[in-house]
């Protein structure tokens, strides 16, 4: 609204205001000098009646042929109350037209205040339905410049929140590069990593096919008929028991470099799937898939590491209960959350359970181990976060990859403690 317009809203309400006050000060003015000449003419009439009481006939037809013969019947103490005449009798035609004037005054100011009123309650309305659609856009993205007219409050206002929302894409630019510029990173770093994982695996390949074609040379070698000479009987032992030992060095080694070489390709395979989950491109097909099936695969794909911890799991058939969900990226963030109870509980049994209501799709999972540690429970779901008991080949993104899977699917993941012991995980599929 500009600075006119708000001046003709304020000279709007000032005029009406005293067009209000000036008809009631008119009003009880006039009232007051009528009840001023009544008073005067009361004095007057008790006066001439004191003196000579044959007047006060004289002066009942006078004021009857004043007031057009109106009067009361009810005798009072003063002369004109008590000949029936009330203040109102003497009312002539002026006041008659005093009143007129009064109360069009005080009906004017009325008219013109409750105009004034909501015509500047209209013109707010307007201005905040105006801000309220532009906020509306802002939300969907689709924002345009907001202008604003004149100097008052309100467009102080606008101004305020166009140089907020302007401000807040330019965060969410910086915010949508960086984050971009950090999946690409996410990608080359993986990219990277994999090349020495392809020669240092391509290396144990050839130790191994070493190691094998001299364990058959020697088979070999040791199969043919060869003289034994008693001079020499002890030596071959002492270097047979050398070598044995030297071949379970080498053994151990390898073992513990499979080993690494396993986790820097889980690390590599992880890195890449946040990337693709950072930059929007991991993409999800959701269909109808059942529960059951959901767990029974991701249990399924656990069973190499199962056996070597001697953990089971136990999956109830409770019925088909369907969410929607992308089957192979679902059962990839069951299994990071089966493989940490499994972690957690080595030689016990990892549960799961699930119901379906209305609202949601409920699924638990949940270890009878030592449960997480206190201070562990509000970072479980950062990436690269390792908790006290964190198991030994974990680099700390299993977790975090499937909160954010199960998050994209509609979904929300919750992990805490069993009052009676043990870890669990909430998921949660709503239906809307």
Not at 81 to 104: C, E, K, W
């Amino acid at each position: 609204m500009s600075g006119r317009k708000n001046f003709g809203v304020t000279l709007g309400l000032v005029l009406s205001v005293s067009l209000i006050a000036a008809a009631a000060a008119a009003m009880i003015t006039s009232y007051h000098c009528d009840r001023l000449w009544f008073n005067l003419l009361n004095a007057v009439c008790g006066e001439v009646v004191e003196q000579d009481s044959e007047t006060r006939g004289i002066i009942a037809a006078a004021l009857k042929e004043y007031t057009n013969g109106i009067h009361g019947d009810a005798a009072q103490e003063d002369v004109l109350p008590a000949l029936g005449y009330r203040l109102s009798d003497f009312h002539g035609s002026d006041h008659r037209q005093n009143t007129i004037f009064v109360m069009t005054g005080f009906l004017t100011g009325v008219l013109l205040f409750l105009f004034t009123f909501g015509y500047r309650n209209q013109k707010e309305n307007a201005r905040i339905r105006t801000l309220a659609q532009y906020l509306e856009q802002v939300n969907i993205g689709k924002a345009v410049i907001l202008s604003t007219s004149g100097e008052d409050d309100f467009a102080k206002l606008e101004d305020e929140i166009y140089k907020t929302v302007t401000f807040l894409y330019q965060t969410r630019d910086a915010a949508l590069q960086a984050k971009s510029r950090f999946a690409e990173n996410l990608s080359n770093i993986a990219h990277q990593i994999k090349t020495p994982i392809a020669a240092i695996s391509l290396s144990i390949q050839m130790m191994k096919q070493e190691r094998a074609d001299q364990s058959a040379y020697e088979n070999k070698f040791c199969s043919m008929d060869q003289p034994v000479h008693n001079l020499h009987a002890a030596a071959p032992v002492a270097g047979q028991g050398a070598a044995t030992k030297t071949e379970n060095i080498r053994r151990d080694y390898l073992h513990q470099i499979e080993k690494q070489l396993a986790r820097l390709t889980h690390l590599e395979e992880s890195l890449l799937v946040l990337a693709r989950l950072d930059a929007g491109t991991l993409l999800l097909q959701r269909k109808e898939t059942d529960v059951f099936t959901i767990l029974v695969l991701a249990a399924d794909n656990l069973q190499e590491l199962l056996v070597e911890s001697a953990v089971s799991i136990d999956i109830p058939e409770l019925g088909e209960m369907m969410i929607t969900a992308d089957l192979d990226w679902t059962m990839e963030a069951f299994m990071n959350l089966m493989k940490n109870c499994m972690e957690h509980n080595p030689g016990g049994t990892v549960h799961c359970s699930y119901a379906q209501n209305p609202l949601y799709t409920e699924i638990l999972i949940w270890d009878e181990g030592e449960g997480f540690a206190r201070e562990d429970i509000p970072h479980l779901f950062e990436r690269f976060y390792r908790g006290q008991n964190a198991g030994e080949g974990g680099i700390g993104i299993g977790l975090s990859l499937s909160k954010e899977i199960i998050e994209r699917q509609n979904g929300t993941l919750r992990a805490g403690n069993r009052p009676g012991g043990g870890a669990f995980f909430e998921i949660r599929f709503y239906s809307h």
